[in-house]
C-alpha cells in the first residue's frame, strides 16, 4: 500500500513556473513507478509524466516536454514536478499515482492515487 499527497499547486501567470511535490508514505515507495496525470475542467484525466522505479526512466505527454521536469529522491520519499513556461492549457488537477509496472504511461496500471492539487494559468 502507499499513500500518496499531492502540494504545490497554485495560480500562475502563463510564462511563470510552480514545482509541484508528491508525498508517499509506505515502505516500498522506492519499488513504485510514479506518473503525473492531469484533468481540465470537461475533459478526460490524461498522462502527463512518470519516472521509473528502476532505471529512472522518464517519459512525457509530447505538450510539456522541454517544459517539465519529473525527478525522484526515494531517500524522501517524494516525486517532484517542476513545470516551466506554463500555459493556460496546463491548467487542472494535477494527480500523482503510483505503479508496479516498470515502463507505462496508462491509467490503468496505476493502482495508487493521490486527491490532486489545482494548477491554474492565467492568461
Known amino acids: 500500500q502507499v499513500q500518496l499527497v499531492e502540494s504545490g499547486g497554485g495560480l500562475v501567470q502563463a510564462g511563470g513556473s510552480l514545482r509541484l511535490s508528491c508525498a508517499a508514505s509506505?515502505?516500498?515507495?522506492?519499488?513504485?513507478?510514479i506518473g503525473w496525470f492531469r484533468q481540465a475542467p470537461g475533459k478526460e484525466r490524461e498522462f502527463v509524466a512518470v519516472?521509473?522505479?528502476?532505471?529512472?526512466?522518464?517519459s512525457y505527454v509530447d505538450s510539456v516536454k522541454g517544459r517539465f521536469t519529473i525527478s525522484r529522491d526515494n531517500a524522501k520519499n517524494t516525486v517532484s514536478l517542476q513545470m516551466n513556461s506554463l500555459k493556460p492549457e496546463d491548467t487542472g488537477v494535477y494527480y500523482c499515482?503510483?505503479?508496479?509496472?516498470?515502463?507505462?504511461?496508462?491509467?490503468?496500471?496505476?493502482?495508487?492515487w493521490g486527491q490532486g492539487t489545482q494548477v491554474t494559468v492565467s492568461s
Open positions: 519516472i521509473a522505479w528502476t532505471d529512472r526512466w522518464t
Open positions: 499515482a503510483a505503479s508496479t509496472s516498470i515502463r507505462t504511461v496508462y491509467s490503468g496500471d496505476f493502482s495508487f
Open positions: 509506505g515502505r516500498t515507495f522506492s519499488r513504485y513507478s
